[in-house]
C-alpha cells in the first residue's frame, strides 16, 4: 500500500477533511458517508470523490483502509466500533464519546482488532505550538510545572439561542464541568508527556434552562504532580477564543494571544531580558519539516492550521505497519474525555477532587 485510502463518515466538520487531505501525500480520500444526500453530492462534486454512501454499512464494506469519523459525539462509539469490527483503522473526531461506559467500549474494541485508533485532537497540531512543543523537547523553557488553557464561546449570539437541540445540547448543556475538553487539555498532556491523576472543578452559575455552568474552572493534577488550569464557557459575552493557552516552566514562559490580533509569546531566561517577551515565530526554525507539505499561501495559524499534518502522520503510521504508533492513541484520548466527565463529578460534589479513572 503506498497510500491510504480514507472514507469519510459525517460531512459537517467532516467535509473540512477534504481540503486538508488533498495535501497529503500518504492519505487520499476515496469515499464518503452522510445520511444526507444534499451534503453527500455537495462534498463529492467539490472534491470529485465518486464513491458516495447514505447508509453506513454499505460504506464499511467498500474499499477503504480506515474511516474518519466525524458524526455527533453521542453516535463515535457505534461508529468506531463496527468500523474496528470490520478491519477499519479508525481517526475520530473529538472527544471520545459520550461517556466513560462508550469510551471503555470503544478501548476494547481496539485491542481486540489490532487497528490503529487516533484521536483527531486538531489543536495539538496548531502551528505556533508545534514550534513550542519542540522548544520545549530541547529543554528551552526548562522542567514544564504549569499549564493553562481556556475555552470560551458565546452561543447567546447563535441564531437558534437558547432553543439549543439535538447532540450539542445534550453533549454540552446537559452537563456540569467540561464535557468537550480536549481541546483545552490535549495539547497540554501531550505537552507534558503525562496523563491527569485527579481534576477538581467549581462552576460560576447556570444559565436558566440549562445545567451546564456559564463558566467553570478545572484544576488538573498530572501524574508527576504538575498542574493544569483550564476556564471553559459556552455562554460569555465577550468576543470567543478557543486557543488560549500558557505553560510555565523552570526557564521560561509561553503564553498564547489573549485577543486577536496579538501575538504568541515565549520568555526565555538567559535568551531574553528580564521583562522582555518574544514573538515565537522568530524560532520558527523549531517547525517541524512536514510543514514543508503546506504551501505558503495555505499555511495559517488558527486551529485547523496543522489538519493536513495530523491527517498525514495518522496515514504514515498505517503504512509503517506494526511499527506505526499513533500520536493520540486510546489511552491518552480517554484519560482527556474521562477527565472531562469527573470534572462533571467533581461539580455536583462542592469541587472535591475526583480521581480520573485508566482503563
Ligand atoms: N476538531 C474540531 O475542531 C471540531 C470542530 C467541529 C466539530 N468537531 C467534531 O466533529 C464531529 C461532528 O461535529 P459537526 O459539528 O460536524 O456536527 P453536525 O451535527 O454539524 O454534523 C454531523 C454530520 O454527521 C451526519 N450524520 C449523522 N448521523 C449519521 C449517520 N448515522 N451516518 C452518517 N452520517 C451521519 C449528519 O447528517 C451531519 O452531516 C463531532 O465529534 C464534533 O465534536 C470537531
Redesign the pocket.
Known amino acids: 500500500m503506498s497510500q491510504v485510502k480514507l472514507g469519510m463518515?459525517?460531512?459537517?466538520?467532516?467535509?473540512?477533511y477534504a481540503k486538508a487531505a488533498a495535501l497529503c501525500k500518504n492519505a487520499k480520500i476515496t469515499a464518503i458517508?452522510?445520511?444526507?444526500p444534499d451534503?453527500l453530492s455537495k462534498t463529492a462534486s467539490q472534491y470529485g470523490i465518486t464513491a458516495t454512501y447514505?447508509d453506513?454499512g454499505e460504506?464499511l464494506g467498500s474499499d477503504i483502509d480506515a474511516i474518519v469519523?466525524?458524526?455527533?459525539?453521542t453516535?463515535?462509539a457505534?461508529?468506531c466500533i463496527k468500523a474496528l469490527e470490520a478491519g477499519k483503522h479508525v481517526l475520530?473526531?473529538?472527544?471520545v464519546a459520550a461517556s466513560l461506559d462508550e469510551c471503555s467500549r470503544i478501548a476494547d474494541a481496539v485491542k481486540k482488532s489490532g487497528k490503529k485508533y487516533m484521536l483527531?485532537?486538531?489543536?495539538c497540531y496548531i502551528r505556533p505550538w508545534m514550534i513550542l512543543s519542540n522548544i520545549v523537547k530541547q529543554g528551552l523553557l526548562g522542567e514544564i510545572y504549569y499549564g493553562e488553557s481556556d475555552y470560551l464561546m458565546d452561543f447567546q449570539l447563535r441564531a437558534d439561542f437558547p432553543n439549543v437541540s439535538?447532540?450539542?445540547k445534550k453533549?454540552y448543556f446537559d452537563h456540569k464541568g467540561h464535557p468537550?475538553i480536549t481541546?483545552s487539555l490535549g495539547p497540554l498532556c501531550q505537552l507534558f508527556g503525562e496523563k491527569i491523576q485527579s481534576v477538581s472543578c467549581m462552576g460560576a452559575g447556570s444559565y436558566p434552562g440549562f445545567k451546564a455552568d456559564n463558566t467553570c474552572v478545572l484544576l488538573c493534577r498530572t501524574e508527576k504532580g504538575n498542574l493544569i488550569r483550564l476556564r471553559n464557557s459556552f455562554i460569555s459575552a465577550r468576543p470567543d477564543n478557543f486557543t488560549y493557552y500558557s505553560v510555565q516552566g523552570t526557564k521560561g514562559c509561553y503564553e498564547a494571544p489573549r485577543v486577536s490580533g496579538d501575538i504568541h509569546r515565549i520568555h526565555i531566561r538567559g535568551m531574553h531580558k528580564p521583562n522582555e517577551w518574544h514573538d515565537i515565530n522568530e524560532f520558527s526554525e523549531y517547525l517541524p519539516d512536514e510543514w514543508k507539505m503546506i504551501p505558503a499561501d495555505k499555511v495559517s495559524d488558527g486551529?485547523?492550521g496543522g489538519l493536513p499534518i495530523l491527517i498525514e502522520r495518522f496515514a504514515k503510521c498505517i503504512l509503517e505497519g506494526e511499527e506505526g504508533k499513533v500520536d493520540i492513541d486510546i489511552n491518552d484520548a480517554v484519560n482527556w474525555t474521562a477527565t472531562g466527565f469527573m470534572s462533571e463529578a467533581s461539580a455536583e460534589n462542592g469541587g472535591i477532587p475526583f480521581n480520573v479513572p485508566s482503563l
Open positions: 463518515l459525517g460531512l459537517g466538520r467532516g467535509a473540512t458517508c452522510d445520511i444526507l451534503k447514505t453506513f460504506f469519523v466525524a458524526t455527533p459525539i453516535l463515535h457505534d461508529h475520530s473526531e473529538v472527544t483527531a485532537e486538531n489543536y439535538g447532540w450539542r453533549v468537550y481541546h486551529y485547523d
